[in-house]
């Protein structure tokens, strides 16, 4: 079964601290790999896609990495904002339409 | 605005009562989905479409569920004789595509349409 997990399934940290969220998969045969962050009645918004190509990715403060022989990848955010508190999603998409989705990680950043 | 939006963005019903969600995509795109999410856990994958033609179904999607997009533009799904178990957080998500029919490109969420079933 391909399985996509997330941990921890949450997180709190004093603004201005740098943090890691993590997301290991099953299967390396992965066409890419999202992330998301899932603000209450806003939806999705994709923050980073990473093709099986690549490495890593970065946007801002934002820096997404794929390691797929160890079927991991993880979100980097450089001095976290109470803005950034949300639910951050880790999505694999396969070579067909299907993503698999992780449960995600709840973010708090505490002012 | 010119994201995708869907309608309504909260749904109260009574249990054995029928719904209507309704999606309107990004106009350009052409492939539209719809995913289901409950409460802590990621979106569920229940259908998609490639313009009016719906290509997939997951098994998550009973009988009681019929999702359309008549004209390529926006969608429906509606769900008959609701369950409490069908509350959760409807999501619609459209992309566009290339040549190619597997490559799914990014696809660009909603906000979703909450369902409870009292």
């Known amino acids: 079964k391909q399985e996509v997990t997330q941990i921890p399934a949450a997180l709190s940290v004093p603004e201005g601290e740098n943090l890691v969220l993590n997301c290991s998969f099953t299967?390396?045969?992965?066409?890419?790999l999202q992330w998301f962050r899932q603000d209450p009645g806003k939806g999705l918004t994709s923050l980073l896609l990473?093709?099986?190509s690549q490495r890593e990715q970065t946007s801002g403060r934002l820096n997404a990495s794929l390691d797929k022989s160890s079927g991991r990848s993880t979100l980097y955010i450089a001095a976290s904002q109470p803005g950034d508190s949300a639910t951050y999603l880790c999505v694999r998409r396969d070579s067909n339409y299907q993503l698999i989705w992780g449960a995600g990680t709840k973010l708090i950043i505490k002012p | 605005d010119t994201g995708v939006s869907q309608d309504p963005r909260h749904k109260i019903t009574k249990r054995g009562q029928n719904v209507t969600f309704r999606c309107d995509p990004i106009s350009e795109h052409n492939r539209l989905y719809w995913y289901r999410q409950t409460l802590g856990q990621g979106p569920e994958f229940l259908t998609y479409?490639?313009?009016?033609?719906?290509?997939?179904k997951s098994r998550l999607l009973s009988d009681r569920f019929s999702a359309e997009r008549p004209k390529g533009s926006f969608s429906t799904l509606e769900i008959q004789r609701t369950e409490q178990g069908d509350s959760a957080m409807y999501l619609c998500?459209?992309?566009?595509?290339?040549?190619?029919?597997?490559?799914?490109?990014?696809?660009?969420f909603g906000p979703g349409t909450r369902l409870t079933v009292l």
């Open positions: 998500a459209s992309s566009s595509s290339t040549l190619r029919t597997l490559d799914h490109n990014e696809q660009f």
């Open positions: 479409f490639q313009n009016e033609a719906q290509l997939e």
């Open positions: 299967d390396s045969a992965i066409y890419n």
């Open positions: 990473i093709q099986s």
